[in-house]
Each structure stands twice: as C-alpha cells, then as structure tokens.
T-cell receptor
C-alpha cells in the first residue's frame, strides 16, 4: 500500500512562515500535489511537483526530493485566511492519487 | 460557473437502505473519482473512471458501486448502507495528463443510523 506522512497540526503567528513536511513511500511516482481545504469545504489545488526542486507561487512554495521521498509546502507571510488543512497527495505508478491525512494549520494573531 | 455539482449536500439514512449520491461536471473532464474523507484518515479513493464507459476500483470499494454512462455524470450507489459508511463523500474530476490536478465538488455529508 501507499504510505504518506505529514504532521497532524501546526500553529503559527500571522506574518510568519510555516513549513509543512510530507514524506512518502509509494509504488511508483508520477507527481506530488498539495491541496488546501478549509473546514467544511472542498479541497482546492495549490501546487504540483514532478521534478526535484522548488516551485514558487506567490506566498506559497513547494519543494520535492524524489530520492528522499520528501516534499514540503512553505507558506510565507501568513494570513488568518491561511488557517486550513493542507493535504499532500502522491500520484502513484497507476496514476491514482493517494492522500496523506492532512496537516491542520492554525494562524494566530 | 463551471465545476462539479454534488447532491444531496447532506443526508441521514437508515442502515440497510440504499442511496445514490449524484455527481455532475460541466468541464468535459474525462476522468472522475469518488473519495470518502474520515477524520484522521484523509481522503480515500472508492472508485474511479478514466473515461465514459469504464470504471475501476480504488482503495475502499466494498459496499459501493458506480456507473459512467456519459462524460458528465458519475453516480455512487450504496446498495445496503451500514454505519461504517458514515462519512463525507467527495466527487472529483480531472483532465487527461500527468500534471492535471483533480477538481473537487463540495461534498455530501452522509450519516448512517
């Protein structure tokens, strides 16, 4: 089966930076996605990595190391609206997505 | 606004009854998916369809069935509901291509009593 691990909860202060780590062991690898999910809402797409390195999208960046089975999502200049769950998902060798349990980020004033 | 529509938004169902969750997308995506989301477990794939007329089993298919008669619709049926199927169900769709993300509906909150 697939194994995707990420921390359960993180807390940070408004304006700060938070890094959410994700480690994975999957049967095959065809890309890694990060999604944001506010409480009671649908997940929304944030970023995609398939090659090693950093992808930057405004305040959000995502990094991938395929050899280490490791990714992180970096949230900069945190705002209250960034309080949400962040889901790491790996596309395996069969092109299906396997999700981690999610990391709940709480931003405090 | 284009997207994915799920119905109903929420439902309480007696154990043993059958139920069909509806999912419709207007983005002409080939691939569609059904997930359930449970606290502490994340999203788990129930069934998927890569194109109209084909379906496949995901990680947790038992107790569920799907059909894909056309591109737009992908209903999920619980033939005889059990309390362990209490969950939030999300439908998603995506275009073909490795880098294409999945787009999710707003979910159906289902309680089996």
């Amino acid at each position: 089966g697939q194994n995707i691990d990420q921390p359960t909860e993180m807390t940070a202060t408004e304006g700060a930076i938070v890094q959410i780590n994700c480690t994975y062991q999957t049967s095959g690898f065809n890309g890694l996605f990060w999604y944001q999910q506010h409480a009671g809402e649908a997940p929304t797409f944030l970023s995609y990595n398939v090659l090693d390195g950093l992808e930057e999208k405004g305040r959000f960046s995502s990094f991938l190391s395929r050899s280490k089975g490791y990714s992180y999502l970096l949230l900069k200049e945190l705002q209250m609206k960034d309080s949400a769950s962040y889901l790491c998902a790996v596309r395996d060798g069969d092109y299906k997505l396997s999700f981690g349990a999610g990391t709940t980020v709480t931003v405090r004033a | 606004t284009a997207g994915i529509t799920q119905a109903p938004t929420s439902q309480i169902l007696a154990a043993g009854r059958s139920m069909t969750l509806r999912c419709t997308q207007d983005m002409r995506h080939n691939a569609m998916y059904w997930y359930r989301q449970d606290l502490g477990l994340g999203l788990r794939l129930i069934h998927y369809s890569n194109t109209a007329g084909t379906t496949g089993k995901g990680e947790v298919p038992d107790g569920y069935s799907v059909s894909r008669a056309n591109t737009d619709d992908f209903p999920l049926t619980l033939a005889s509901a059990v309390p362990s199927q209490t969950s939030v169900y999300f439908c998603a769709s995506s275009e073909a291509g490795e880098h294409q993300p999945q787009h999710f509906g707003d979910g159906t909150r289902l309680s089996i009593l």
